[in-house]
């Protein structure tokens, strides 16, 4: 199965960045820009320094050079904020509109009675209303979101999940629901409608990515107050300044005081967080998941615990020879020869995995067999298969018992005891009797699957326990558990044990997630703090659910935390980047502010910067062009291993924290030299 | 030079060996193990009544009625002395602006001293009024803290404890044994305790000199003890009636920080995570050891200016009491910023430009080096909120102490009170400026003279109470702007932490996990001193530039004001 290509967007399309620049601009808009508290103290104070340039250019003022060039980098400043978020919001437009263009427009065959196929009226698909019942046939756009209760039809779902194959949809059981926007290839289906057009599934990621509907999640708030708390302090440190120069006999010009307050704030952090936001959501879409709100992703990323389903998540969901085990006496060729044999019509994976074990380990080839020889399928009366070749011997495999009644209860004592061992590790025996005689055992053993050891491994270093859901016996789930290195599981799980289990980890001040697809899973995933809801599954666990992965996915859980993880990552990273910047800031600018009342105060300038006019320009200038240069960061995130916390911390406080000290002084001093070269002040 | 070090070693190792166990001992007075007083208490408490479990806001409106009904009662004394006993020199009442400044001054435990305490307050003031508020101010900052331990430790919890209990502990078990025995030590070391007004004496030259005395040792041990730092004389412990001898100069500065000290240690217990505790006494020792060397390096240096009058290598003995020497007034000085105590053994305001920058500095932080008793201890937590939730981000969870998630709420709370010192410090600051009051009372000309108006403010901002000398506070503008600065730094900081504490108590605390953002090792403690320093020191530096760095940078180009 492929996946569409179109999922990869550039991380600096072309496209996207001129629609950008065009966004930067009208994004000074204030209505949009008081959003944020940070670049909205900027764009205030830029307007300031506008009005402030003008009148000193009125009156030919001696900083009125300076001063064009201080307003015009502030003004950067705040166009550079919004060009990360236009950016960002961008890649997300470029994403929904592929979304978009699957969108159904046109006319929907509305039945008038819910039993009769042949009576129907067209309707406008925009005016359609939950609970009203349509037809569609194949090659026709399913126009939103419903619940199947007649018929069975494939899907082609490629729209929203990149899967190419289509999926079957029935009314019924697990996989009632339909998406709008997805296609039905062949068949017909009768669908309720449980969700109005434009309220979709598809609308919702549209408007997610798009941002403009994006709510802030609560480390975002949490984090805007603190921005928002230190641009208050430093507008008090800005503001009463000019006393405390009078008091030293020097007067500070309006327009370097701006400077000053607009380097000091945190607008590094300030100009990305709305970009950091999106693009996390954008990645997430990018995974096929569908966040109902931005807290549940948040979460995803302090998960402790995490529900994995046995099959399909762990173990590929069949069971698979392992091993051929024959009684004493028994050549295990023979055995594997029988098995083969018997097993060459068998179409289920466990048939399939029997003939591609011996195929493997003894190299034999179905030759003329297949032909020559009756195959005796399993029925529910026999529960058994098996074949009777043409040489006139009969060859059956089936669950041990139904074969030891088959031979009259007289096996050889071995058998009992190989039996007895498989099943005591969670596995299930087959066994083999050829001519009224048993053979020996196929081994049929729940695989699980290739790396997901290591996957479990990394999560236990993230600090993420993992437990496995079964409604095997304990003894087999032990086995698997052990086999697939989970820290602990829950056999005979049933949908209350799964919620009480829930309850319980909650109660230790642990938070848990899950994934489910059935309607009998929808309270514990709205028990969980992070439920994903498999796309194919019931509308009643995709509305329990606060996550939805559209290519119903078990593994994707995983997925999800690490995108919740670096999101609240590249946050903190770049606030300390941020905050740790001041202090090479206050180096340039105040020795450049204070030099003439004191000129010993010469000595903070470490830097050697040319000029005070040169040193708080440069200072300006760094502060906005250093939000372009983070731009990337913000888009892709930080980079993320998955580690212990200790771990991350002192990495990231290495790279953030002492870089975000050290870069400045050499930015600040770069500048300054290009500034004086340019002769720019 | 290595004798000095000796002697600052020494010190640090006694505070750590009186600490462990004070602090041990504290955490199970409020948990109530330790209850040899019950009847006492029991007495105590049937006058206050309710001893009911408080949430934070039923603890904070106790906490503030009972300051309020403290500051009446002072105020009234300090207001009508003149008709009130034991007032042997006949001193006159107090005028309304200083008796409120000295009122709001000892409630708040900041002790700023707007006037000369043998020449303007009678003994019965001194005692009933300043010596009661010494041990309820410091009563109540220790409350505080339990409140607060016990929140952070809490388990969905709606109740911090009752202040009346915690305070009447804090009092009974704590302050008045520590103070007495201090006391006794002190009485037996050479320090007055009389109610005679004075003695005259008749010196070498033969000339006639009247001494002061009074009920000095009482008030100085709980003065030390309660990081209060009022003295009972104006130049307070620089009198050798109030510090006679070398070992009461050592005793006073260890009680200055024992029981803040002491506090990190009781936190720790209390949140049943020593470690915890332990890391903050190491964040506050480091920064605590870095203030004195820098303060210990700029006075060996010296006033390069006064090399022509005194031998450079004694260093700065400008202001300091020969009797102690300069390690012993740079150590006192450092210890009684650091913890908002306030008393001095020497002039701050003689200090060099760069030692005088340390302690400013010290009081600037936040007054959270050990700081004042309890709310010392409230006020690094604060910082550690801001840490975490900075830091705690770059591990990928929502960032957690102690288990409990800082979400929004607390964040608005803890970044609430940076704006505390800011407000106290610049603003006030530039309004005396504005109003042409600073200049009026500032005695120095040029940077120093802006040192002097600034360290008042932040000292009355802090809850310090040392000062610059050189500063004329007792004017109604600035008693009366001093007044408000000690507020605003007193409850501008409790109501916040309480109301943390009140909303961490209801969380549900998270399993520590190899997840979980580790708040007791070395990294953790880096990033909040780094934290520390930042978000505070660059609040300051612009003015701090202007101040002592430019009068430093001066002295070096030989230039004065």
């Known amino acids: 199965m492929s996946k569409q290509a179109t999922t990869e967007i550039g991380l600096l399309e072309p496209a996207i960045l001129r629609e950008a620049l065009k966004q930067a601009v009208l994004k000074l808009n204030p209505k949009g820009l008081a959003r944020n508290p940070v670049i909205f103290s900027t764009a205030l104070v830029s307007m300031l320094a506008t009005i402030l340039t003008i009148r000193e250019g009125i009156a030919g003022g001696a900083t009125f050079a300076i001063g064009i060039q201080i307003t015009l980098w502030l003004w950067f400043t705040v166009l550079f904020a919004n060009f990360a978020e236009a950016v960002a919001e961008g890649r997300g437009k470029a994403r929904a509109d592929t979304f978009r263009a699957t969108r159904s427009k046109g006319r929907a065959k509305v039945l008038l009675d819910a039993h009769d196929r042949q009576l129907w009226e067209f309707q406008e698909v925009e005016l359609l209303e939950p609970g009203e019942v349509i037809l569609i046939e194949a090659g026709e756009l399913i126009p939103t979101d419903g619940e199947v209760i007649e018929g069975v039809a494939s899907v082609n779902e490629s729209a929203i999940t990149g899967e190419s194959a289509p999926v079957i949809r029935e009314a019924g059981g697990d996989r009632s629901s339909v998406t709008g926007g997805t296609t039905i290839v062949s068949d017909w289906l009768v669908i309720r409608v449980t969700t109005r057009p434009g309220e979709t599934f598809l609308d919702r990621m549209i408007a997610m990515v798009e941002g403009a509907k994006r709510q802030k999640t609560p480390n975002e708030i949490a984090l805007d107050i603190l921005l928002a708390a230190l641009t208050l302090v430093f507008l008090l440190v800005v503001v009463t300044l000019p006393f405390f120069a009078n008091w030293s006999g020097t007067t500070i010009p309006v327009i370097y005081l701006i400077a000053l307050f607009v380097t000091l704030i945190p607008t590094t952090i300030g100009g990305l967080l709305s970009a950091i936001g999106i693009a996390g959501m954008d990645r997430l879409v990018k995974a096929s998941v569908i966040a109902k709100s931005g807290r549940a992703v948040e979460a995803a990323g302090d998960i402790d615990v995490l529900l994995l389903d046995k099959t399909g998540t762990i173990t590929f969901g069949n069971r698979m020879a392992d091993a051929f085990e024959?009684?004493?006496?028994?050549?295990?060729?023979?055995?594997?020869?029988?098995?083969?044999?018997?097993?060459?019509?068998?179409?289920?994976?466990?048939?399939?995995?029997?003939?591609?074990?011996?195929?493997?380990?003894?190299?034999?080839?179905?030759?003329?067999?297949?032909?020559?020889?009756?195959?005796?399928?399993?029925?529910?009366?026999?529960?058994?298969?098996?074949?009777?070749?043409?040489?006139?011997?009969?060859?059956?495999?089936?669950?041990?018992?139904?074969?030891?009644?088959?031979?009259?209860?007289?096996?050889?004592?071995?058998?009992?005891?190989?039996?007895?061992?498989?099943?005591?590790?969670?596995?299930?025996?087959?066994?083999?009797?050829?001519?009224?005689?048993?053979?020996?055992?196929?081994?049929?053993?729940?695989?699980?699957?290739?790396?997901?050891?290591?996957?479990?491994?990394?999560?236990?270093?993230?600090?993420?326990?993992?437990?496995?859901?079964?409604?095997?016996?304990?003894?087999?789930?032990?086995?698997?558990?052990?086999?697939?290195?989970?820290?602990?599981?829950?056999?005979?799980?049933?949908?209350?044990?799964?919620?009480?289990?829930?309850?319980?980890?909650?109660?230790?001040?642990?938070?848990?997630?899950?994934?489910?697809?059935?309607?009998?899973?929808?309270?514990?995933?709205?028990?969980?703090?992070?439920?994903?809801?498999?796309?194919?599954?019931?509308?009643?666990?995709?509305?329990?659910?606060?996550?939805?992965?559209?290519?119903?996915?078990?593994?994707?859980?995983?997925?999800?935390?690490?995108?919740?993880?670096?999101?609240?990552?590249?946050?903190?990273?770049?606030?300390?980047?941020?905050?740790?910047?001041?202090?090479?800031?206050?180096?340039?600018?105040?020795?450049?502010?204070?030099?003439?009342?004191?000129?010993?105060?010469?000595?903070?300038?470490?830097?050697?910067?040319?000029?005070?006019?040169?040193?708080?320009?440069?200072?300006?200038?760094?502060?906005?062009?250093?939000?372009?240069?983070?731009?990337?960061?913000?888009?892709?995130?930080?980079?993320?291993?998955?580690a212990s916390a200790a771990s991350l911390l002192t990495r990231n406080l290495v790279i953030y924290g002492l870089g975000g000290l050290i870069v400045p002084f050499v930015g600040i001093k770069a500048i300054d030299l290009t500034v004086n070269a340019l002769r720019l002040a | 030079m290595q004798a000095d070090l000796l002697q600052a070693g020494l010190y640090a190792l006694m505070l750590l060996a009186l600490a462990v166990p004070l602090g041990w001992f504290m955490a199970r007075v409020f948990t109530g193990e330790v209850r040899f007083l019950a009847p006492l208490e029991h007495v105590i408490l049937g006058a206050a009544g309710d001893r009911r479990e408080q949430g934070w806001k039923a603890y904070a409106s106790s906490l503030l009625l009972f300051n309020a009904a403290g500051f009446s009662l002072l105020f009234g004394i300090l207001l009508f002395q003149h008709r009130l006993p034991i007032n042997p020199q006949g001193f006159d009442g107090l005028s309304w602006h200083l008796a409120i400044n000295t009122a709001i001054s000892f409630v708040t435990n900041t002790n700023w001293q707007s006037y000369g305490g043998e020449t303007t307050l009678s003994h019965f003031s001194q005692m009933a009024g300043l010596t009661t508020q010494n041990f309820l101010s410091a009563a109540s900052g220790m409350a505080v803290a339990v409140a607060v331990a016990r929140g952070f430790a809490a388990r969905q919890a709606k109740h911090l404890g009752n202040f009346w209990t915690?305070?009447?502990?804090?009092?009974?078990?704590?302050?008045?044994?520590?103070?007495?025995?201090?006391?006794?030590?002190?009485?037996?070391?050479?320090?007055?305790?009389?109610?005679?007004?004075?003695?005259?004496?008749?010196?070498?030259?033969?000339?006639?000199?009247?001494?002061?005395?009074?009920?000095?040792?009482?008030?100085i041990a709980i003065k030390q003890l309660g990081t209060n730092g009022g003295g009972f004389f104006n130049v307070n412990s620089a009198h050798p009636f109030e510090n006679p001898t070398a070992i009461t100069n050592f005793l006073s500065m260890l009680a200055i920080l024992a029981i803040p000290a002491a506090f990190t240690f009781t936190y720790g217990r209390m949140v049943n995570d020593p470690r915890q505790g332990r890391a903050l006494f190491v964040a506050m020792g480091l920064l605590l050891v870095a203030a004195f060397a820098a303060m210990y390096a700029a006075e060996r240096f010296g006033n390069p200016l006064h090399a022509a009058y005194a031998d450079p290598a004694a260093?700065?003995?400008?202001?300091?009491?020969?009797?102690?020497?300069?390690?012993?007034?740079?150590?006192?000085?450092?210890?009684?910023?650091?913890?908002?105590?306030?008393?001095?053994?020497?002039?701050?305001?003689?200090?060099?430009?760069?030692?005088?920058?340390?302690?400013?500095?010290?009081?600037?932080?936040?007054?959270?080096?050990?700081?004042?008793?309890?709310?010392?201890?409230?006020g690094m937590l604060l910082f550690v909120i801001i840490t975490v939730f900075l830091a705690g981000l770059m591990v990928g969870r929502t960032p957690e102490y102690l288990g409990k998630k800082i979400e929004a709420r607390e964040v608005k709370l803890a970044a609430l009170t940076l704006l505390v010192m800011p407000i106290g410090v610049l603003v006030f600051g530039a309004l005396a400026i504005a109003t042409g009051t600073a200049q009026s009372s500032v005695q120095d000309a040029g940077p120093h003279g802006l040192s002097e108006l600034i360290y008042a403010y932040s000292s009355a901002t802090g809850n310090n109470g040392s000062a610059f000398a050189g500063f004329t506070a007792n004017t109604a503008f600035h008693n009366t702007m001093l007044g408000l600065a000690m507020l605003l730094g007193r409850f501008g900081y409790i109501i916040p932490i309480l109301a943390i504490a009140g909303s961490l108590a209801a969380k549900t605390p998270a399993a520590a996990t190899a997840g979980t953002f580790p708040t007791h090792g070395p990294v953790f403690v880096t990033l909040l001193i780094l934290t520390i320093l930042i978000v505070g020191a660059l609040t300051f530096l612009p003015v701090l530039a202007l101040g002592p760095i430019a009068e430093h940078v001066s002295v070096l180009f030989g230039r004065t004001f």
């Open chain 2, 315 to 378: 260093g700065n003995m400008e202001g300091k009491e020969v009797r102690f020497g300069l390690v012993n007034s740079v150590l006192w000085a450092v210890t009684t910023t650091a913890a908002s105590n306030g008393s001095v053994n020497a002039m701050h305001d003689s200090l060099t430009p760069l030692g005088g920058l340390i302690a400013m500095l010290n009081i600037q932080l936040g007054e959270i080096v050990y700081g004042g008793v309890g709310v010392g201890l409230t």
């Open chain 2, 166 to 219: 915690d305070m009447t502990r804090a009092t009974l078990y704590i302050l008045l044994p520590g103070a007495i025995t201090l006391a006794i030590l002190f009485l037996a070391l050479g320090m007055p305790q009389t109610l005679f007004a004075s003695v005259d004496v008749t010196t070498l030259e033969g000339g006639k000199q009247t001494l002061s005395l009074g009920p000095v040792a009482s008030q």
């Open chain 1, 326 to 642: 024959p009684v004493p006496g028994v050549h295990e060729i023979t055995l594997a020869e029988a098995a083969y044999l018997a097993s060459l019509a068998d179409e289920t994976p466990e048939g399939k995995s029997i003939v591609e074990l011996a195929a493997r380990k003894f190299g034999f080839t179905p030759g003329t067999t297949r032909d020559t020889a009756t195959f005796v399928p399993f029925t529910a009366q026999t529960r058994m298969s098996g074949v009777d070749l043409a040489d006139g011997s009969s060859i059956r495999k089936g669950a041990s018992d139904t074969i030891i009644a088959m031979l009259g209860g007289k096996v050889d004592p071995a058998l009992e005891g190989i039996v007895r061992r498989i099943a005591s590790t969670g596995a299930t025996p087959i066994v083999v009797a050829r001519d009224g005689k048993a053979l020996g055992v196929v081994h049929l053993k729940d695989v699980v699957k290739p790396a997901i050891r290591e996957r479990f491994a990394e999560l236990r270093r993230m600090g993420i326990r993992t437990v496995m859901i079964t409604g095997d016996n304990p003894l087999t789930a032990a086995a698997i558990a052990a086999e697939a290195g989970v820290d602990d599981f829950l056999a005979e799980a049933t949908p209350e044990k799964k919620l009480e289990l829930i309850r319980k980890e909650q109660a230790e001040g642990k938070l848990v997630a899950m994934c489910g697809d059935g309607s009998n899973d929808a309270p514990a995933l709205a028990q969980a703090d992070v439920g994903v809801a498999m796309n194919s599954g019931t509308p009643a666990a995709k509305e329990a659910g606060n996550l939805i992965d559209l290519d119903s996915d078990p593994t994707k859980l995983i997925e999800i935390v690490l995108v919740g993880k670096q999101l609240l990552i590249s946050r903190g990273a770049l606030t300390t980047f941020s905050i740790a910047n001041d202090v090479a800031k206050y180096f340039a600018i105040l020795p450049a502010l204070f030099i003439a009342a004191y000129p010993g105060l010469g000595a903070l300038d470490v830097m050697g910067l040319a000029s005070p006019q040169s040193a708080i320009l440069s200072a300006i200038i760094f502060n906005a062009l250093v939000i372009i240069a983070l731009i990337p960061i913000a888009l892709k995130g930080v980079a993320y291993r998955p």
